[in-house]
């Protein structure tokens, strides 16, 4: 039996919360190291002063922008590539995974390229202070440096995990993610380099990360890269993007919402800069648990989606939604109860702790109602239901978020600031609900053939 029919038996037939949790407890881990080190920078750069934490807030935004873009990329092959590989097309799922990979490398370099001699300024668009931007300015010219390997990281581990490789694309990113946490006291201290060894360590740790899973990429994956398989053809690579948009966007609309967040916290004073960011990465923290969850789901979706397994797709998603509640309700508990714990293990500054602790209790109140948002959209996305994988990835972040921070930091002050997230959560999750619903009343009961939704839908 080769490799192909061996993955289409292991995705059709094992029972699909046993195989929901193999490819998702990989993913938990990488995802967890990898916002245990983006945790690190922000205790160990916290340790420079109020600024300087500040600074980990600003640049923050700026890798959440590269991340949008590997994330388009990576899900948007993947997608694809989960589904071709139901239909055993091995050469198709080649050329999209190619194409994406060498996409990513390049808009890597326009990133190099543009921003490290402009870094100043975008800094300052990014909602740098006065006084954080020195700091800022250090830290993100390295990340500018990585940022092709960055976005190359992304796409080859979201393609293995789609692919139902979660192990691997596991191990490279988690090993990544601890070498940086080493760096970190090293660079920092041991060279005395302050912020900039902590952006040094994230760019060393990214290239590791890029090697080991390129090397992984090919030795194991079903699809195979190579410059011939880069495809030129407009629908592929519109394939890739529209397929992509809804993370571009949920990640993208992250910046913007970060970046806005940034100023709006700025024109109070640099600790409510630094209290904001540091409940954002501990918001991160606990979310990439349930997201970890949806994206051991997503190939099982894709894949019995494309081979008409709908009673398996039902199931798989009732787990899904179930799991990452209950998850998240949990964690929302933890974070209520210790948030002065947590937020002064990154910065001791009395009105940082004052701030960010009340922040983190109120994003913790409403993380449960993320569930109602993660797990449809995600579903939608992995199925080619592009259109409403769209609207909910730019609802939590950006048509939720952006209007009550303005409306409530400019009415409250900064019980508005708090307040916004929370309450974009709720919402969000609220409007999710029906678009689920009427997917599941639309699809066939039996496992019969249904046509692919287009963008529009």
């Known amino acids: 039996m080769n490799q192909s029919e061996q993955h289409y038996i292991k995705m059709t037939q094992t029972p699909v919360e046993h195989l929901i949790v193999s490819l998702s407890v990989p993913t938990i881990v990488s995802m967890l190291i990898s916002n245990i080190y983006n945790l690190a920078d922000t205790y160990f750069v916290g340790t420079l002063g109020v600024s300087a934490s500040g600074a980990v807030g600003v640049v923050f935004t700026l890798m959440t922008v590269l991340q949008a873009i590997g994330f ?14 139901a239909d055993r097309d091995a050469d198709a799922a080649s050329h999209y995974a190619s194409t994406s990979f060498f996409l990513a490398l390049g808009i890597g370099a326009l990133f190099l390229l543009l921003g490290v001699p402009l870094i100043r300024p975008l800094m300052r668009l990014l909602g740098s202070t006065d006084t954080i931007l020195p700091y800022a300015a250090e830290y993100g010219r390295y990340i500018l440096i990585a940022a092709p390997l960055m976005i190359g990281s992304l796409v080859l581990n979201n393609v293995l995990r789609y692919e139902g490789m979660a192990f691997y694309a596991m191990i490279g990113l988690s090993l990544g993610g601890i070498l940086n946490i080493i760096g970190d006291p090293i660079f920092i201290y041991g060279f005395h380099m302050g912020v900039g060894g902590a952006g040094l360590s994230t760019a060393l740790s990214q290239a590791v990360s890029f090697i080991v899973l390129l090397v992984l990429f ?13 495809s030129a053809n407009w629908r592929t690579i ?8 809804p993370n571009l966007f949920r990640q993208g609309l992250m910046s913007v919402s970060s970046g806005a967040l940034n100023h709006c916290a700025g024109a109070f004073s640099d600790a409510c800069v630094s209290a904001m960011a540091i409940t954002s990465r501990c918001q991160s923290f606990m979310l990439s648990i349930a997201i970890g969850i949806c994206q051991g789901f997503q190939p099982v979706a894709g894949f019995n989606y494309q081979a008409r397994k709908f009673a398996r797709l039902r199931r798989a998603f009732r787990f899904t939604l179930k799991a990452t509640a209950v998850v998240l309700a949990l964690l929302g508990l933890a974070g209520f109860a210790f948030a002065p714990q947590i937020i002064s293990r990154f910065q001791s500054d009395p009105e940082v702790l004052r701030i960010g602790s009340r922040a983190l209790r109120m994003t913790s109140v409403g993380l449960v109602f993320s569930a109602l948002n993660l797990s449809p959209g995600m579903l939608f996305q992995t199925c080619g239901q592009k259109g409403r994988a769209l609207l909910l990835a730019c609802l939590r972040g950006g048509l ?11 009415t409250l002050g900064i019980p508005g600031l708090q307040l916004a997230q929370p309450c974009a959560d709720v919402l969000a999750g609220l409007l999710s609900l029906p678009f689920v619903l009427q997917f599941f009343r639309d699809l066939p009961l039996e496992d019969q053939h249904v046509p692919a939704d287009d963008f529009s839908a």
């Open 72 to 85: 388009m990329l990576g899900h948007g092959s993947g997608s694809v590539i989960s589904r071709l590989l």
């Open 218 to 230: 090919q030795r194991h994956a079903q699809s195979r890269l190579a410059p011939r398989n880069f």
């Open 238 to 245: 519109w394939d890739i993007l529209s397929t992509g948009f």
């Open 400 to 410: 939720c978020f952006l209007p009550l921070l303005l409306i409530l930091s400019s």
